[in-house]
């Protein structure tokens, strides 16, 4: 199944509404939400991707996240993320977007 995701221009603003394939495969800016999962300790979680990804398969990284589905918030795009890719159910912050 294919994810539909918010082609947006420079400014964040919603150009249209297509396929997560077609924006990957066209270079379209699309929105995505990353975390960067820190203990109370302020230690930061570093994990290896998985081999079976297309991008970066077996890198280590500090963040994770993905694609911010058609009307989803960043916010609720990272908790969901951080759910299906590490199983974390946690609040999260919206700090940055660029």
Same mark, same amino acid.
């Given at each position: ?6 082609h947006?221009?420079?400014q964040d603003r919603?150009?249209?509404v &297509?396929?997560? @394939?077609?924006? *990957?495969r066209? /270079?379209?800016?699309?929105r995505? #939400?990353?975390?960067v999962y ?8 570093v994990h290896r991707r ?7 398969p077996?890198?280590?990284e &500090?963040?994770? @996240?993905g694609a *911010?589905t058609? /009307?989803e918030s960043?916010?609720e #795009?990272a ?17 940055v977007?660029?």
């Amino acid at each position: 199944m294919n994810e539909f995701v918010e082609h947006v221009d420079e400014q964040d603003r919603v150009l249209a509404v &297509v396929s997560r @394939g077609d924006a *990957v495969r066209h /270079g379209w800016l699309h929105r995505i #939400a990353v975390t960067v999962y820190r203990d109370r300790a302020g230690r930061v979680l570093v994990h290896r991707r998985s081999e079976g990804v297309s991008r970066f398969p077996g890198h280590y990284e &500090v963040v994770a @996240g993905g694609a *911010v589905t058609a /009307g989803e918030s960043y916010q609720e #795009a990272a908790a969901r993320e951080l759910a299906e890719e590490l199983g974390i159910r946690v609040p999260v912050r919206f700090i940055v977007s660029s």
